[in-house]
Structure formats: structure tokens, C-alpha cells
């Protein structure tokens, strides 16, 4: 393949693919149930939890804050258990993809019950249902955030090229942007398709839509997961890593290591940059998070707009915000990277302002 050629003196160069196209792909795909369940995640279940079993607002509230805890207390374990050497047979599959197939297996079996009446149709008190719903959130997160980490941290073990490693991330971000797009497009269809009164709002007898949803949300992504595994080989299959050979090793020496300090982790806590890029990415995800979970409650609840509603606007928002994103790259190599973080900031505040008062 074109793209796989050119070397010097037996050393890859940057225009070297150690990877197969195929594989390269195999690996993009690999996080789109993820991708998929998050983004039903965060816009629509408090929809569901709210309009359709009509809980109170308390209880759908604490349910997706017990996902987000639940999520905070995985991802660092997963994360230190991820890079052990262990023994144990089912580590043998390799210590990335066995996280990720326990993550997998994890979200397929616990994913579809969030939107699904719960077992039995008898009824039940709300906090009843909060405890059923509250125990398939934690094994769900559990199962997402074993998949995040494993699927990113595979990365540097398949290919110990920089510029590989940069295209791998990028065709990552692009199946995320797909995966989101189809939530809403599924949605869009799923409602409109399921009612003749297109001008009904949400409400209890919509729960066959939602489940309906997931259960081809789910599927899709299971899929690319199955494509995921069948086709991208763990390097630490086996208990061990594979060697590599020696033109590759003088490679990772030449590009890979950096011979100046090396921070511990202590370090960082010594730094104030470090706690001021933490600030400036948690309130500016904390402002997209809030936009993407309330939206559809705005929607639905304030503004009474039409049921395919939910999903028209939060796929226009989306597709304006990979729309705007364009412009911005070519922004901030004009007026740098800061400015261009404080002029987004601004015009988030000044629409949030405008909603506000022209509500």
C-alpha cells in the first residue's frame, strides 16, 4: 500500500504506517458503543426517566449523579488495573482487550434496562425504581469507563509512532461525531415514525420508542465492538509483550522517549498551569454536559415544541458546533489558542443570556 512505504536505513519515517489500513479502522470503530450510549446517556435520560416513567425530577437528577460518581470511581481503577501484568487466564486475550471486552459486555448487558420498563410490570414506589435503575447505572459506568480506558490506552502499545498515534485519536474523534449523529437521526425517525400526532409531546406511552432506540443503539454498536476485537491485536497478548524488532526499538528511543525530566506525579501538584488548563477544561465541559442534558428538557418542558423536536435541535446544535469548528482552527493561528478560548467562552455566555431573556 502506498501509504505504508518509506523507511531510511531501516528506520521508520514519518510518512511510515506500521499499522494496516484495515486494522487502523478496526480500532476506530472500537469505541463507537461508547459513543453511541453516551450520547443517549446525556440527552435523553432524564427525558425518560421524567416524561416517560415520571419520576420526580429529584430522582432522575440523583440517578444521573449516580452514574457520574460512579464513572469518577471507575476510570482510575480501571486505569491502574489496566496496566498490570497479571496472570490470571482471562488476561492470556491481552490486558487492553480483555478491559474492553468486560467493559462490553458489561454496557450491552446493562445499557438497554435504563430505557426499558423494569422487570416484572408491577408496579412499584419511585424509590423502588430509583434503586432498580440506580444498580444497572453503576454496572453500565463501571462497563463505559472500562472501555474508555482501554480503548485509548491501547494506543501507544499497538504503534510507537507519534504521527500514527495523532491519525488513530483523529479517526476516533471522527466515529464519535458519526455515533452522535446517528443517536439523534435514529431518534428523529423513531419519534415521528411512532405516532400520528407529530404535535404530542413526550410522555408514558413512549416507553416502546425509547426502548426501541437503544435496543438499535445497542446493536450497532455491539457490532463495531465485534469488528473491534476480531480484527486489532492486543501487543500484550498473552501475559507479556510482544517484541518488537530493532529497528522499531531504536524508534521509540529516537521519537518516543524524551530525554529531559520526567515529571512524577507528585510533580504536578506543584505546578500552577495544572490546575488552571483542569479549571478551564472542567467548566468548559461542564458547560457543554449541561447544554446536551438540558436541551431536551427545555424543549419538551418550556418551550412545548413538538416530540422530534429533541432530536432536530440537539443535531443542528451538534452539526453547527462541527460546522463552527472549521473557522475556529484557522482562528487561532491568527489570535492564538487563548483568545480563541476566551471569544467561545463569550459568545456562550452571551447565548445563554439571550435564551434566558428572550424566553
Known amino acids: 500500500m502506498g501509504d505504508e512505504s518509506g523507511t531510511s536505513a531501516g528506520v521508520p519515517t514519518p510518512r511510515t504506517h506500521l499499522l494496516p489500513l484495515r486494522v487502523r479502522i478496526a480500532y476506530s470503530v472500537g469505541h463507537v458503543l461508547n459513543d453511541l450510549c453516551a450520547s443517549m446517556w446525556f440527552t435523553y435520560l432524564l427525558v425518560y426517566l421524567t416524561f416517560v416513567r415520571q419520576l420526580r425530577p429529584t430522582l432522575a437528577g440523583a440517578l444521573l449523579l449516580v452514574g457520574q460518581v460512579a464513572d469518577a470511581v471507575s476510570t482510575p481503577f480501571v486505569g491502574i488495573e489496566s496496566d498490570r501484568d497479571d496472570d490470571f487466564w482471562l488476561c492470556r486475550y491481552g490486558r487492553r482487550k480483555t478491559w474492553h471486552l468486560i467493559g462490553t459486555l458489561c454496557v450491552v448487558g446493562s445499557f438497554p434496562f435504563l430505557f426499558s420498563e423494569p422487570l416484572g410490570r408491577h408496579q412499584s414506589s419511585q424509590e423502588a425504581e430509583f434503586v432498580y435503575y440506580a444498580a444497572f447505572i453503576i454496572i453500565f459506568q463501571f462497563g463505559w469507563a472500562s472501555t474508555q480506558i482501554s480503548h485509548l490506552s491501547l494506543i501507544p502499545d499497538i504503534t510507537p509512532i507519534p504521527h500514527e498515534r495523532v491519525e488513530l485519536n483523529a479517526m476516533r474523534y471522527a466515529c464519535t461525531v458519526a455515533s452522535n449523529i446517528i443517536v439523534y437521526l435514529v431518534t428523529w425517525a423513531a419519534l415521528g415514525v411512532s405516532g400520528a400526532d407529530h404535535e404530542a409531546q413526550v410522555g408514558p406511552t413512549d416507553g416502546f420508542v425509547f426502548r426501541n432506540i437503544v435496543l438499535i443503539v445497542v446493536a450497532i454498536g455491539a457490532f463495531f465492538s465485534f469488528i473491534f476485537h476480531l480484527v486489532v491485536r492486543d501487543p500484550s497478548r498473552g501475559g507479556r509483550r510482544e517484541s518488537r524488532s530493532r529497528h ?88 492564538g489558542t487563548k483568545n480563541v478560548h476566551l471569544l467561545g467562552g463569550a459568545l456562550g455566555i452571551g447565548g445563554s443570556l439571550w435564551i434566558l431573556l428572550v424566553r
Open 248 to 335: 522499531t526499538d531504536e524508534y521509540i528511543r529516537s521519537l518516543v522517549l524524551d530525554r529531559s525530566h520526567h515529571f512524577v506525579w507528585k510533580d504536578w501538584f506543584r505546578e500552577k498551569g495544572f490546575y488552571l488548563v483542569a479549571l478551564l477544561y472542567m467548566f468548559t465541559r461542564l458547560y457543554v454536559n449541561l447544554n446536551q442534558v438540558y436541551i431536551s428538557i427545555y424543549i419538551q418542558d418550556t418551550l412545548l415544541l413538538r416530540r422530534e423536536s429533541i432530536a432536530i435541535i440537539p443535531l443542528v446544535m451538534y452539526v453547527s458546533g462541527l460546522i463552527a469548528s472549521l473557522p475556529i482552527k484557522l482562528a487561532a493561528k491568527h489570535i
